[in-house]
């Protein structure tokens, strides 16, 4: 499906809600409807984690207006579920999560940002209807 250019820019601003480099954010318009919906967001990794650590209220209500279309998928490679085997050194934005599992401390955060109803969507629904998955 090609999208129109009003249709990239209201998604591009949506998307650019995760990229902010700091402090509170700012709501994103609200997703546009389409017959078929194309667009999906990982929340995963030190990026998800990043843009979703900084403002509690921004988050609750993002994850609340985009649950159909958010996805948890851990690339964590930490080996123990302390963050070992994994360098957050090289990464300022991330070293915070120092020591830290990545995976564990984003499904933290989605936990106590959203119901129990949205959550399940996060992790688990939003993914296998997304690939399929029976």
Same mark, same amino acid.
């Given at each position: 499906?090609?999208?129109?250019?009003?249709?990239?820019?209201?998604?591009?601003?949506?998307?650019?809600?995760?990229?902010?480099?700091?402090?509170?954010?700012?709501?994103?318009?609200?997703?546009?409807?389409?017959?078929?919906?194309?667009?999906? +967001?990982?929340?995963?990794?030190?990026?998800? =984690?990043? @843009?979703? &650590? $900084?403002? /509690?209220?921004?988050?609750?209500?993002?994850?609340?207006?985009?649950?159909?279309?958010?996805?948890?998928?851990?690339?964590?490679?930490?080996?123990?579920?302390? +963050?070992?085997?994994?360098?957050?050194?090289? =990464?300022? @934005?991330? &070293? $915070?999560? /120092?020591?830290?599992?990545?995976?564990?401390?984003?499904?933290?955060?989605?936990?106590?940002?959203?119901?129990?109803?949205?959550?399940?969507?996060?992790?688990?629904?939003?993914?296998?209807?997304?690939?399929?998955?029976?």
């Amino acid at each position: 499906m090609q999208l129109s250019r009003r249709q990239f820019l209201e998604t591009s601003a949506i998307l650019a809600v995760a990229s902010r480099s700091a402090g509170a954010q700012t709501p994103a318009p609200a997703a546009p409807t389409w017959p078929s919906p194309v667009i999906d +967001g990982d929340l995963s990794a030190n990026s998800g =984690n990043n @843009a979703l &650590s $900084r403002d /509690a209220a921004f988050t609750a209500d993002f994850l609340r207006r985009h649950q159909d279309k958010l996805h948890f998928g851990s690339d964590c490679g930490c080996a123990d579920g302390n +963050g070992s085997g994994v360098s957050q050194a090289n =990464n300022p @934005a991330a &070293s $915070r999560l /120092a020591g830290k599992c990545v995976a564990r401390e984003t499904l933290g955060l989605l936990q106590r940002s959203t119901t129990p109803e949205i959550f399940r969507k996060l992790v688990w629904d939003n993914a296998h209807r997304l690939y399929r998955i029976a």
